[in-house]
């Protein structure tokens, strides 16, 4: 009776032990399974963004062409201003198209510099190189083109690079 009782009674410290055991160990395969989905759903939206990032960009370096064209125009008309003021006659209006020009003209600075940025917090130590380098270019609409050419370069290497 009593070899009988003892059986019963380690029995049940086993299971218990077992089961105690195997929840601990549940939870902990559970925990790390939930940080490397979170680290897979941050790493899959760090991407997803630098690629939208790199759309942007391209949209804006295209958009680099029209400011220059419309520089020229927007200068025409100031200057068509500063000769009639000199001449001392009355200045004429800034026309309606200067004046979307002007208004385009700060949209895409916005994007670009806006982009510039980004580029900056999402991407590595290349793409914040060669962003600087275009930062600092004297005239920020006359990026050159090798610059250009380094920045995409970098972001090709740099897409799915992670700190």
């Known amino acids: 009776m009593k070899q009988e009782m003892r059986i019963v009674i380690l029995s049940a410290v086993l299971a218990f032990l077992g089961s105690t055991v195997g929840a601990f160990l549940s939870f902990q395969l559970g925990e790390k399974a939930w940080e490397r989905e979170v680290q897979y759903d941050h790493k899959k939206f ?5 690629i939208k990032l790199v759309e942007r960009l391209a949209k804006a ?11 020229e125009l927007i200068k025409i008309d100031r200057n068509a201003r500063t000769i009639a003021l000199e001449q001392g006659q009355s200045p004429p209006v800034i ?3 200067s004046e979307k020009l002007s208004n385009r003209l700060v949209q895409i600075e916005a994007e670009y510099s806006a982009v510039l940025s980004l580029l900056q917090v999402f991407y590595g130590p290349k793409t914040n190189n060669s962003v600087n380098k275009l930062i600092a270019a004297k005239v920020w609409y006359k990026p050159k083109e090798e610059d250009i050419l380094k920045l995409y370069d970098a972001i090709g290497q740099e897409l799915y690079w992670f700190p």
Request: glycine share 0%; no cysteine.
């Open 95 to 97: 026309s309606e198209v």
């Open 46 to 50: 760090t991407v997803q963004q630098r």
């Open 61 to 71: 370096v295209a958009s680099l062409d029209e400011i220059q064209k419309n520089i």
